[in-house]
């Protein structure tokens, strides 16, 4: 029985919409082995679809696929602690799992890059699926089926704190409120500082976050769906926040700090203290700069 990690991740980074993403030391595992058959189980307890149209199971059968090698079914067990819905990569980790576990399984035929080719192809964006399998840092774009990417490692002085609401936001609901067109100005609003948030992250230029993060894209058109999402950027940057913006499609809210684990904590502790935020829990991670990997 081969098992697995794979990290959470946040996307977007507020202005790098389906592009930018990094991994986050949050994982889920997954015991994965071929079988007669589709057999799936929760070891955590969590709800999940145990049949075919499970995101691992489909993942793993189209590695089985593209290698042309004929497939019998897999037996997995999964270990779920990335929040369902949340804007954490959930699906991502489950999709890369997938592609990661039935690679290993016939012995490696795809290069890492493959593997996000087919991964990025199945989540339709590649900004949670390249962290997820790679690691750290990715700056991607998709060309056809083709994902050019740049990872690099991300400092362990940043530490990101989730801050996760009670409520899940569905991806194709938050896509949904985007608008269908932009305006050339609004373009430029966002390449700038997708391109900003980029360099900044790659040559340390931290205090650049701020401006790098800002978004007409999506951001905007989603807080409302998210009630407190802003009040939780406005206090994270009262208390120092390089950078805080909505993780992925939401609902989690990222706040980026540079003040270590302990002291992003209290901050976080602090500000969902306020009646505003019942039912709401924080995270305080650090980015995984390794990615999915047998263990
Ligand atoms: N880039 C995606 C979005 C991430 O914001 O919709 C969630 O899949």
């Not at 990661?100 to 012995?107: D, K, R, S, T």
């Not at 290069?111 to 339709?124: F, V, Y």
């Given at each position: ?17 389906d ?11 997954i ?16 709800e ?20 042309a ?11 779920n ?15 890369a ?14 290069s890492?890059d493959e ?7 199945i ?72 391109a ?18 800002e ?17 939780i ?9 390089l ?18 684990n ?9 500000i ?23 263990l």
């Amino acid at each position: 029985m081969l098992k697995i990690r794979i990290p959470a991740s946040t996307a977007n980074l507020g202005s790098g919409f389906d592009s930018l993403g990094i991994a986050l030391n949050l994982y889920n595992y997954i015991e994965i082995e071929e079988a007669e058959g589709c057999f799936i189980s929760s070891a955590d307890g969590s709800e999940i679809p145990a049949g075919e149209d499970n995101l691992i199971y489909l993942s793993a059968k189209k590695v089985f696929e593209k290698a042309a090698v004929p497939f019998r079914g897999l037996k997995i067990t999964e270990e779920n602690n990335i929040p369902f819905a949340r804007g954490l990569g959930s699906s991502s980790a489950c999709i890369a799992g997938g592609v990661f576990g039935a690679n290993e399984i016939l012995g490696r035929p795809f290069s890492k890059d493959e593997l996000l080719d087919i991964a990025a192809e199945i989540e339709g964006h590649p900004d949670n699926v390249s962290p997820a399998l790679l690691g750290g840092f990715t700056a991607n774009a998709a060309d056809g089926k083709k994902v050019c990417f740049v990872k690099s490692e991300v400092s362990e002085k940043l530490v990101f704190a989730a801050f996760v609401p009670p409520f899940e936001l569905k991806t194709a609901d938050a896509r949904a409120v985007m608008p269908k067109e932009v305006s050339v100005r609004d373009s430029v609003f966002n390449l700038s500082r997708s391109a900003l948030i980029t360099a900044s992250f790659l040559s340390g230029k931290y205090e650049n976050l701020k401006t790098g993060c800002e978004d007409k894209l999506h951001q905007p058109f989603r807080l409302p769906l998210i009630p407190g999402g802003e009040k939780i950027i406005e206090e994270s940057y009262k208390k120092g926040s390089l950078a805080a913006y909505i993780s992925g499609a939401g609902s989690t809210m990222m706040a980026i700090f540079d003040c270590g684990n302990e002291k992003a904590g209290e901050i976080a502790k602090e500000i969902l203290s306020s009646a505003d935020f019942n039912g709401w829990k924080y995270f305080i991670l650090n980015a995984d700069n390794s990615g999915a990997a047998a263990l």
